[in-house]
């Protein structure tokens, strides 16, 4: 019964080959994949890394392979509601986009592009939204499938440091 409950979970989905963790880590912290910029320049694991983009620490215990493997496919297929991305414009017109770390009923907090920690008084604001779309480019065509193997079964072992 767990078998066929976990192939109807994983249905329609893949997960490529046996992947190895240690090339996966340097698939990760690679300053530039393929012309875009590296996981580690807006991810965060253990104190290395930017705070832009959701610290991936533990993300082996909280998200399973194929989870794993389809955000960086499709980042835009399902972005997990503490992972959107805000933006803000103030009444002088200038726009600041973030990940969004508070909200109350008279400021918002978020941690901009530039890894800069911003707060706001919702007094000076224009206007405020959550954006539909996930900042994470996606990998289809930057990474060969020996490369997403690899990278997924790193972060797979990435269960907290």
């Known amino acids: 019964v767990v078998a066929y409950l976990r192939s109807v979970a994983?249905?329609?989905?893949?997960?490529?080959?046996?992947?190895?963790?240690?090339?996966g880590k340097a698939i990760f912290e690679?300053?530039?994949?393929?012309?875009?910029?590296?996981?580690?320049?807006?991810?965060?694991?253990?104190?290395?890394g930017s705070r832009t983009a959701p610290d991936l620490s533990d993300v082996g215990s909280q998200r399973r392979a194929v989870e794993i493997e389809q955000a960086i496919?499709?980042?835009?297929?399902?972005?997990?509601?503490?992972?959107?991305?805000y933006r803000v414009t103030t009444k002088s017109?200038?726009?600041?986009?973030?990940?969004?770390?508070?909200?109350?009923?008279?400021?918002?907090?978020?941690?901009?592009?530039?890894?800069?920690?911003l707060s706001f008084s919702k007094s000076d604001l224009r206007d405020?939204?959550?954006?539909?779309?996930?900042?994470?480019?996606?990998?289809?065509?930057?990474?060969?499938?020996?490369?997403?193997?690899d990278l997924v079964a790193y972060l797979v072992s990435l269960k907290g440091i």
Do not use: W
């Open 128 to 149: 405020a939204a959550f954006l539909e779309k996930s900042p994470m480019p996606a990998y289809k065509q930057q990474l060969s499938s020996q490369e997403l193997s």
């Open 10 to 23: 994983t249905e329609g989905r893949s997960v490529s080959g046996n992947g190895n963790a240690a090339r």
């Open 93 to 117: 017109g200038e726009t600041v986009t973030g990940r969004l770390l508070n909200i109350d009923t008279f400021s918002v907090q978020l941690i901009d592009t530039k890894d800069r920690l």
């Open 30 to 48: 690679r300053p530039q994949m393929q012309g875009t910029a590296g996981c580690m320049s807006c991810h965060r694991v253990g104190a290395t």
């Open 73 to 85: 496919l499709d980042p835009d297929r399902e972005v997990l509601s503490q992972n959107r991305y």
